[in-house]
């Protein structure tokens, strides 16, 4: 079977850019709007000649209600399915409740994690990233989805914990 991998974090982090930095094609849909991805879409991924699923979820706002619950549980289903999980957060925002929540739900979950500081497009947000360590969920890689920095050294990461 190949091996799964979820994408988590809140919403607007960017984990569907990311998913397309990933699978090197533009099929997971970006929004500025956040909650557009609803629930849990696979896609076929590879690196370094060994294939893996990756998993978009939507935004994950642990206090929502209504259909944003749903969105969460979501998240939730796709880690306990996941046989690693790439935790997503925004470095140029820095670390909120919401994340804290999730981060939560992670040391519960007990699959190995590859911390993802996104949004980092040039050397001057790379501080921000490093002060990630404080989570306690080991190395935080910097990336920049958007313009593709760092995406290597993630990967590298991720088959390490697939
Ligand atoms: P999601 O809700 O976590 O799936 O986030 P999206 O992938 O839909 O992205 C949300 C917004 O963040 C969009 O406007 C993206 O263009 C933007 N974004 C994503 N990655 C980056 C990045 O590396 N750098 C910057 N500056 N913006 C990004
Ligand atoms: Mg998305």
Do not use: F, K, P
């Given at each position: 079977r190949v091996p799964v991998l979820a994408i988590v974090g809140r919403p607007n982090v960017g984990k569907s850019t990311l998913v397309n930095r990933i699978i090197g094609r533009r099929e997971a849909v970006v929004e500025d709007v956040p909650g557009v991805t609803r629930d849990r879409v696979p896609y076929e991924a590879s690196w370094n000649g060994r294939a893996f699923t990756v998993v978009d979820t939507g935004g994950w706002d642990p206090d929502a209600r209504g259909m944003a619950q749903r969105i969460a549980g979501q998240a939730e289903i796709a880690i306990s399915l996941a046989d690693a999980v790439l935790f997503v957060v925004d470095a140029a925002v820095g670390i909120t409740d919401a994340d804290e929540a999730v981060v939560r739900i992670l040391r519960k979950a007990d699959k190995p994690v590859v911390l993802a500081a996104n949004k980092?497009?040039?050397?001057?947000t790379e501080a921000e990233a490093y002060s990630?360590?404080?989570?306690?969920?080991?190395e935080p890689y910097p990336v920049?989805?958007?313009?593709?920095?760092?995406s290597g050294d993630m990967l590298d990461a991720i088959l390490k914990a697939l």
């Open positions: 980092v497009d040039d050397a001057r990630l360590w404080n989570l306690g969920l080991g920049s989805a958007l313009h593709g920095r760092g």
